[in-house]
């Protein structure tokens, strides 16, 4: 089946910095979701984009469907974006419409 | 407000005890999605329905039970076959079963067996 890589699986930052996030996936999608896991497990919907560039305030998103990865960028991060960011894709094959996820990118951003 | 209500959010269960997770959601949605969560870990599908009257075994389902007889809610039933039932739960929805529709979540119920 479908895999779902993201990268890196922990980052550090300094309020105020900028960071990437990506996501690989190893076959065609129909649908990829962002997702922001707040540390009280609230499951938060960031972004839908199975393909091209999305912005929200600070938070922005790229997938490029042909080359299989999706990006997500942070700008000037703040302490309240701390958590777990996933990735999670419905592969075009097969007939189910489950969502694979990604293991997660653990941020912890410091004051 | 529209959205997706799981209750409670904590949950205690004796082992060898039967316990039912709510889920609720008044979005119109068809589908809707049962996953367990595990500490550092991703989410696991457990069960899945498209349609009421209707549900689907997921990736994790031995050990749990579901039913869908109103669209509006997916209960789950965590039975004592599950051997390790410790976990973060978490319910979704979406508009339909079909191609690319993006899935909104509860804010989880936490099982603890004591």
């Known amino acids: 089946g479908i895999q779902v890589e993201q990268s890196p699986p922990d980052l550090i930052l300094q309020e105020g910095a900028n960071s990437t996030l990506r996501c690989n996936f190893s076959?065609?999608?129909?649908?990829l979701q962002w997702f922001h896991q707040n540390p009280w497990g609230q499951l938060i919907n960031l972004f839908y984009i199975p393909s091209g560039t999305k912005q929200n305030g600070r938070l922005s998103a790229t997938t490029v469907a042909t080359e299989r990865y999706s990006l997500l960028y942070i700008s000037s991060s703040q302490t309240t974006d701390s958590g777990v960011y996933f990735c999670a894709v419905e592969p075009e094959a097969g007939n189910n419409r489950k969502l694979i996820w990604g293991l997660g990118t653990s941020l912890a951003v410091n004051p | 407000d529209g959205g997706i209500t799981q209750s409670p959010k904590y949950l205690f269960r004796k082992e060898g005890q039967n316990v039912t997770l709510s889920c609720e959601q008044n979005?119109?949605?068809?589908?809707m999605y049962w996953y367990r969560q595990d500490p550092g870990q991703g989410l696991r599908l457990i069960y899945y329905?498209?349609?009421?009257?209707?549900?689907q075994k997921g990736d994790i389902a031995e050990g749990y039970s579901v039913s869908r007889e109103k669209k509006e809610s997916f209960p789950l039933t965590v039975t004592s076959a599950q051997k390790n039932p410790t976990a973060f739960y978490l319910c979704a929805s979406s508009i339909s079963g079909g191609l690319g529709t993006e899935a909104f979540f509860g804010q989880g119920t936490r099982l603890t067996v004591v």
């Open positions: 076959d065609s999608v129909n649908n």
């Open positions: 329905s498209q349609i009421v009257n209707d549900f």
């Open positions: 979005l119109n949605h068809d589908a």
